[in-house]
């Protein structure tokens, strides 16, 4: 009777340990859309007067997922190359702002867009690449819609975009080329 007893509390307490862990990995707490503007602006990684100045769309582009994505295309006149930028875990896609100067200067087009359950995008948890590959596939796809099927496409991915890029990559051999930057092997490397 004891060890029944010992076996159900290990068992209830491995259950909410599991489910406290498993929250904190779907469910990060967020930085406020607003807030990761000013954060980039003030600390230097962010040229707030470059991203008012530049001729950018807003875009929302449908998830096969039922919720709506948020972005940004920031075209370049009539250029055949594009890339998708995927921002890092907790953030919005102002974080990516830094990459789309530098690659709107070597003539591309660029499209910026909160990841689901991020910034403006909808969809109510994180799952660090396994859904948002997906995502980046619908993304793409209105790219080609967009800007024509001839549209020579790359990405760029910080920290869990890395992953969500990397992870997209399986599904798609068509991507010109791909830049990972500080991708992680696990949600230990990733959460706070």
Known sequence: MIIAVIILV???FLAIVGFVLSNRVIKPRQIPYEETYRIEVENGRMDPDWFEEVEKEEIWVDSPYGYKLHGFLIPNDNSERTVIICHGITYSLFGSIKYAKVF???GYNIIVYDHRNHG????TNTT??????HDLAAVKKW?????GANTRIGLHGESMGAAIALQYLSLDNEIDFCVADCGFLTSKNCCR
Do not use: D, M, N, Q
């Not at 403006?120 to 969809?123: A, E, M, Q, T, Y």
């Not at 660090?128 to 590959?133: A, H, Q, T």
């Not at 790219?143 to 800007?147: A, G, P, T």
């Open 128 to 133: 660090l690449g396994f859904y948002e590959k």
């Open 120 to 123: 403006k995008s909808g969809g």
């Open 10 to 12: 290990a068992v209830a």
């Open 143 to 147: 790219v080609l819609e967009r800007l």
């Open 104 to 106: 709107h200067k070597l």
